[in-house]
């Protein structure tokens, strides 16, 4: 079996991918020293100061004793790994290649050893891909926390000497946030400012580069007492006088998104290459022409469009030839099938759109909310970057044209079955037209596909081509049912297929070559076993892409084994592919055909039958699979990695299902998807996606009648819409939830609604609203006799009051509620009002007791994969470390928050956090750093109508205000606002915009 260890991150086992339970943090810190020291022994004496310092207790060897029977134990069915006792100690026998750490250093040492800079640069990706997080993560020991600052620096090293290969390579732009974002987390280093100048002036920011200068300059001389290193001095004059020799080299581009903290990878998105492809060589070297060297220094946006009737391979075309040019695009492939003539379900533009700019690493908030503005996004994000975009199954210019690429470096691949005439005219595509297979390239196909067969019947092997109407696609299908049926000569097939195609012309006599497609769908169709071909027709019916064998399972009625059996016949004959991970697609013709079949074969309540099967499935594997991620029992257990690997494979069906549903009569399911996805997708997931099904839940539960639904998928929609920083539209659909909460009489939802309501006029600034819809929240929960939900409404309230300058009464509430949440054993809302209090007016003591109980919630966000609450987490900290002046550790706290809101898409918190920066940097003496993220503050508290925050980023920026600019304009309008909203107008860190549960 194989094993991997991890100690970049948390200290972690995996055996054969499964996740090994290793015990308590002392337990885990044993293994993290074998770790290090993997292969090498390790005295006892060694083991017991480093888990416990310099000062073990009495017993500590006994523990050390039982702590490595446990560890060899949960290690045991790793085969060639265990903790052996040898003369000079005890040895963990892995291989150090298996353990991340040492994996990482020899990754590195290999990229500092290679002349080649591409090759170097993957190598250092491939090593910085290994990090998880600070290195042994939750674990506190001298020893360790030692380890943990050394590895920081290798690491940090590492980002340095990728620093200098990528500006080697003319990948400055890109690379240029990444450098910025670095230089506020190593200010006085002198190498990093060097690349950050240096991507500055090659940007053409001469300026920007001398002010980076300066700044260092400044920083050495008050922190250090000691001026810029000559290397850096160098630089700055050389900058200044525009030395040729620093002029980019030609760009070597690559996968968006360049992160000092963890490396993008790069989109290959690109379908698997078609088997026994054949032809084409005329259109292949159309296409090859296209890869030409431009003219002039800026080339237009290459487009090319492969159209042609249905089945004539345009779609394997496209595949093949992009599987040949790739290493042409060495920044990625972007693939998505756009369904544009399935009429159901074909891809809405902004939904490709979101699935691009995830590929390409945009995540929460950074995923616009409009198609327009997705699509500026998508632009931006490929500007200057080389890299193939295949579009397939258009339906429309207009489906296509917001998925143009804006920049010149890209090429863009079209399929469609309409020659989109305005593709050629206004966007200048190349059409490449597809017509039917040359007779011999058809017999070609069949040969390659039948064998010797062909060759000794070659008339008849062209007869059965031109039945084919000399479409790949019916080849393919006949070829796979003559290699079936071997004991068949090819004349009697033939013969056999004009009977097929003679019965349907006289049905159909259009003389399209389409139908010629459809006859040899019939005729493939007509040799299945029965339960192969009702298996056929019902995965006609499945409103997704892609299924596994489980989802034919339930479509069938059958159990997984008969699921894969029927499935391998399918395949066999054709009519279905085996896509990546094990799934199964059909081609749209094939749906299309097998959805018409099911209407004429199976009756309506049999076809509604077999969806209700499949839905069931996929709304009980949904549930099990959040009741491991998410339990809601603690009794529950199961593989976390193995949930989320199926909740994230299965994404697509769940959202189909569940917006088939709503739209075709199964509200039930929809309802109830929709509500088990949301738990997923709140945690951290694609916020536009939890839109899109918790709207189609809301539509289901209106159809049904079922109001009380309808209310639960409003507070959802809510919620999300808050998160978004759409806070007029949240406002509205939790006053929509309120009142149908009222109607029902379900009065602990309908104060859940008043509390969130509460908190959308908290981040609009009307407070006293806020207040009175918290006031109505706790009285609904004392009469309910719901202690919690008190406590809850009583911090709410506690918010208020310290916001508007009542900090004796803000007190006075979060005591009360610290006492109920600590009766009730809430850990994580007794830390949080900790966090509160201790940013009031906590003295030491007490700010120790709220970091101690913070760290331990953040531990338990980290270990359940809640983003949120690992968010909340971490702004709370760094609250604490601040009002305790540690403000470094408040600094990274706040960033790690940050990287965490955007992922999530919460807007309202990254504009707090932003704030919450700036003025640690502030108090810290940093006060450019602390400039930039109050401005980033204010564009976003603008753009989500956040005036508060506004308040705050204008007086930040305004305290941060250099002698040689005039800082009233800022400071009048903090002013202003502060007035308004009648709160105090010099905050200090704030407190936190949302409590717990919001």
């Not at 810190?29 to 100061?49: F, H, K, M, N, Y």
């Not at 998105?269 to 078609?274: R, T």
């Amino acid at each position: 079996m194989a094993a991997d260890f991890g100690v970049l991150g948390a200290v972690e086992a995996r055996i054969d991918g499964r996740l090994v339970v290793l015990g308590h943090a002392r337990q885990r810190s044993v293994l993290g020293v074998l770790l290090v020291e993997a292969g090498r022994p390790v005295t006892v004496d060694q083991l017991i100061e480093r888990v416990w310092g310099e000062e073990p207790p009495q017993r500590a060897a006994g523990a050390l004793y039982s702590y490595l029977s446990r560890l060899r134990r949960a290690v045991a069915d790793a085969g060639a790994v265990g903790i052996d006792r040898r003369p000079g100690g005890y040895v963990l026998t892995a291989d150090p290649q298996t353990v991340d750490l040492h994996l990482f250093r020899r990754l590195v040492t290999l990229a500092r050893a290679t002349d080649a800079d591409r090759s170097a640069t993957e190598l250092i990706e491939q090593a910085l891909g290994l990090w998880r997080g600070e290195p042994f993560a939750g674990l506190d020991t001298p020893w360790l926390n030692a380890m943990r600052r050394l590895l920081l620096g290798e690491r940090f090293a590492a980002e340095l000497d990728r620093n200098d290969v990528l500006l080697r390579l003319g990948r400055h732009g890109e690379l240029l946030p990444a450098l910025a974002a670095a230089v506020d987390e190593h200010p006085l280093d002198e190498r990093l400012a060097e690349q950050s100048m240096l991507a500055l002036y090659r940007c053409g920011r001469q300026a920007d580069a001398d002010e980076q200068f300066r700044r260092i300059r400044r920083r050495l001389a008050d922190d250090l007492g000691s001026d810029p290193g000559a290397g850096l001095r160098r630089l700055h004059e050389r900058i200044l006088a525009a030395d040729p020799a620093l002029a980019a080299p030609v760009p070597e581009t690559r996968a968006p998104g360049v992160q000092l903290a963890m490396p993008a990878t790069m989109p290959a998105q690109l379908p698997a290459d078609v088997r026994a492809f054949t032809g084409r060589t005329g259109e292949l070297a159309a296409l090859d022409r296209l890869l030409a060297p431009p003219e002039g220094d800026e080339p237009p946006l290459t487009v090319a469009l492969l159209s042609g009737t249905a089945g004539v391979g345009k779609s394997a075309l496209a595949v093949r030839w992009a599987h040949r040019v790739r290493e042409a695009f060495p920044d990625g492939q972007l693939y998505v099938n756009l369904r544009g003539y399935d009429a159901e379900q074909p891809v809405a533009v902004a939904d490709a759109l979101a699935g691009f700019l995830t590929a390409l690493g945009v995540r929460g908030p950074e995923m616009p909310l409009g198609t327009d503005e997705r699509a500026a996004r998508y632009r931006s994000e490929l500007t200057g970057r080389r890299m193939l975009v295949l579009l397939d199954n258009a339906s429309s210019v207009e489906q296509v044209r917001p998925l143009l690429p804006g920049t010149g470096s890209c090429l863009v691949l079209i399929t469609s079955r309409d020659s989109l005439p305005a593709m050629v005219a206004v966007h200048g595509a190349e059409r490449v037209s597809l017509d039917l297979l040359p007779l011999p390239d058809a017999v070609g196909l069949l040969r390659r596909l039948i064998g010797a067969r062909v060759d000794r019947e070659p008339s008849v092997a062209a007869d059965l081509a031109a039945a084919c109407a000399r479409l790949p696609l019916a080849l393919r299908i006949a070829a796979e049912l003559a290699a079936a049926r071997s004991d068949v000569s090819l004349t009697e097939l033939v013969a056999e297929l004009g009977d097929h195609q003679l019965r349907l012309d006289l049905l159909d006599a259009g003389g399209d070559p389409r139908a010629a497609v459809r006859a040899v769908f019939s005729w493939s169709y007509q040799h299945l076993p029965a339960d192969a071909a009702r298996a056929f027709r019902l995965l006609g019916l499945h409103p997704g892409d892609s299924v596994h064998v489980a989802a034919v399972a339930a479509l069938t009625g059958t159990d997984p084994g008969e699921a894969r059996r029927l499935l391998g016949v399918l395949v066999r004959a054709s009519l279905v592919h085996i896509g990546r991970g094990g799934r199964y697609a059909m081609h749209d013709l094939l749906r299309a055909y097998a959805a018409e079949l099911a209407t004429v074969h199976d009756p309506a309540p049999e076809r509604r039958a077999a969806l209700t099967r499949l839905f069931d499935d996929y709304l009980a594997g949904a549930v099990a699979a959040m009741n491991v991620l998410h339990p809601q029992e603690p009794v529950l257990t199961g593989d976390p990695d193995a949930a989320r690997s199926w909740i994230e494979a299965e994404r697509p069906n769940l959202a189909a299902a569940c917006t088939y549903g709503a739209a075709h009569g199964w509200y039930r399911h929809a309802i109830a998807i929709a509500a088990t996805m949301f738990r997923y997708l709140d945690a951290g997931g694609p916020v536009a996606e939890a839109v899109t099904v918790t709207a189609a839940a809301v539509a289901a539960a209106r159809a049904d009648g079922d109001r009380a639904a309808q209310a639960r998928a409003l507070s959802d929609l809510g919620r999300l819409h808050r998160r978004q920083g759409r806070l007029h539209d949240a406002a509205e659909t939790y006053r929509q939830a309120l009142l149908l909460y009222a109607d029902l009489g379900e009065r602990a939802a309908e104060a859940v609604a008043l509390r969130n309501l509460g908190s959308v006029h908290w981040r609009l600034g009307d407070y006293r609203q806020a207040a009175e819809h918290y006031r109505r929240a706790w009285a609904h929960y004392r009469e309910l006799g719901d202690e919690a939900g008190q406590a809850d409404a009583s911090v709410r309230l506690g918010l208020v009051d310290g916001r508007l300058g009542d900090e004796a009464q803000a007190t006075e509430r979060l005591r009360s509620a610290l006492e109920l949440f600590t009766r009730l054993g809430d850990r994580f809302s007794e830390a949080y009002v900790l966090s509160l209090l201790a940013r009031l007016s906590g003295g030491p003591e007490q700010l120790a007791r709220a970091a101690v109980q913070l760290e331990q919630s953040l531990a338990a966000g980290r270990q359940a994969g809640d983003r949120t609450a690992e968010a909340y987490a971490l702004t709370d900290l760094a609250a604490v470390y601040a009002r305790d002046r540690r403000f470094a550790e408040a600094a990274g706290h706040l960033r790690q928050a940050l990287v965490l809101h955007r992922r999530i898409g919460d807007r309202a918190s990254e504009a707090e956090a932003l704030n919450d920066l700036g003025q640690v940097l502030r108090a810290a003496g940093e006060a450019a750093e602390a400039r930039t993220q109050h401005e980033q503050a204010l564009m976003l508290a603008r753009e989500i109508g956040d005036r508060y925050e506004q308040a705050r980023a204008h007086d930040g920026i305004a305290a941060t205000t250099d002698a040689t600019e005039d800082c009233r304009p800022h400071r009048d309008l903090a002013r202003r606002l502060f007035a308004e909203l009648a709160v105090p107008a010099a905050p200090g860190l704030g407190l936190p915009a949302v409590a717990p549960g919001g």
